[in-house]
C-alpha cells in the first residue's frame, strides 16, 4: 500500500521567512495530493491540493510542487506570520473516487516574530 | 467544516465499556471516514464507507466497529478490545464521484479512559 513520508518534523522559521516542508510517497499510481493545517485541539483544514496532471499550484502566500518522476511533492509558504504557526499534514491517493487518503506524519511549524 | 457534527467532544472510557462516538453530516457527501490521532503519528484510518450500508477496514481497524445504517451518519464504536483507546478521534466526509475529491473534517472527539 501507499506510504508517505513527511520532512521535517519540526521546523521554525523567523516572521517573514520561507518555509518549505516536503513530502514523498511510494505508489506510483497516486495522484491526488493535499494538505492539511491543523492548530492545536482543532480540526485539520485544506489549505492547497494538487492532480498530478499539475506540476504547480498556487494560492497567495502558498504553493505546491508536484515532481511525478521522482515522487514527491512540496508545500512552500512565503512571508510566513505568527498565524501560520500549526501542524501540516501531507497526504495523498489515488484519483478514483473516495480512495482513502494517506497521511505523513505532520510538520510542527512554528513562527518566531 | 459546520456541515460535520462530532459528539461529544470529550468522552471517558472505563475498563471493559464499549463507547459509540457519533459523527453527522449533513453535506450530502457520499464517502465518511473515521481517523485516529495520536501525537507525533498523524491521522490514520479506522474505517470508512463509500456508500451507505457498505464499510471497509483501514489501517488500524482493531478494536473498533462502525455502521452506516444511513447516509448522515457514521458511528464508530471503539470496543473493549481496543486497549489502548486514549486519542483524538476525526471523523471526515467527501463528496461522491469518480475522482478524489478533498476531505473535510469534524471537529473531532478526545477520548480517555479513567
Known amino acids: 500500500g501507499e506510504n508517505v513520508e513527511q520532512h521535517p518534523s519540526t521546523l521554525s522559521v523567523q516572521e517573514g521567512d520561507s518555509a518549505v516542508i516536503k513530502c514523498t510517497y511510494s505508489?506510483?499510481?497516486?495522484?491526488?495530493f493535499p494538505w492539511y493545517k491543523q492548530e492545536l485541539g482543532k480540526r485539520p483544514q485544506l489549505i492547497i491540493d494538487?492532480?498530478?496532471?499539475?506540476g504547480e499550484k498556487k494560492d497567495q502566500r502558498i504553493a505546491v510542487t508536484l515532481n511525478k518522476t521522482a515522487k514527491h511533492f512540496s508545500l512552500h509558504i512565503t512571508e510566513t506570520q505568527p498565524e501560520d504557526s500549526a501542524v501540516y499534514f501531507c497526504?495523498?491517493?489515488?484519483?478514483?473516487?473516495?480512495?482513502?487518503?494517506?497521511f505523513g506524519k505532520g510538520t510542527r511549524l512554528s513562527v518566531i516574530a | 467544516d459546520g456541515g460535520i457534527t462530532q459528539s461529544p467532544k470529550y468522552l471517558f472510557r472505563k475498563e471493559g465499556q464499549n463507547v459509540t462516538l457519533s459523527c453527522e453530516q449533513n453535506?450530502?457527501?457520499?464517502?465518511m471516514y473515521w481517523y485516529r490521532q495520536d501525537p507525533g503519528q498523524g491521522l490514520r484510518l479506522i474505517y470508512y464507507?463509500?456508500?451507505?450500508?457498505?464499510?471497509q477496514k483501514g489501517d488500524i481497524a482493531e478494536g473498533y466497529s462502525v455502521s452506516r445504517e444511513k447516509k448522515e451518519s457514521f458511528p464508530l464504536t471503539v470496543t473493549s478490545a481496543q486497549k489502548n483507546p486514549t486519542a483524538f478521534y476525526l471523523c471526515?466526509?467527501?463528496?461522491?464521484?469518480?475522482?478524489?475529491?478533498?476531505?473535510?473534517f469534524g471537529d473531532g472527539t478526545r477520548l480517555s479512559i479513567l
Open positions: 471526515a466526509s467527501s463528496i461522491g464521484g469518480t475522482e478524489n475529491q478533498p476531505q473535510h
Open positions: 505508489d506510483s499510481a497516486s495522484n491526488y
Open positions: 494538487i492532480r498530478s496532471n499539475v
Open positions: 497526504a495523498a491517493s489515488m484519483a478514483r473516487g473516495n480512495t482513502p487518503l494517506v
Open positions: 453535506l450530502n457527501h457520499d464517502a
Open positions: 464507507s463509500q456508500i451507505v450500508n457498505d464499510f
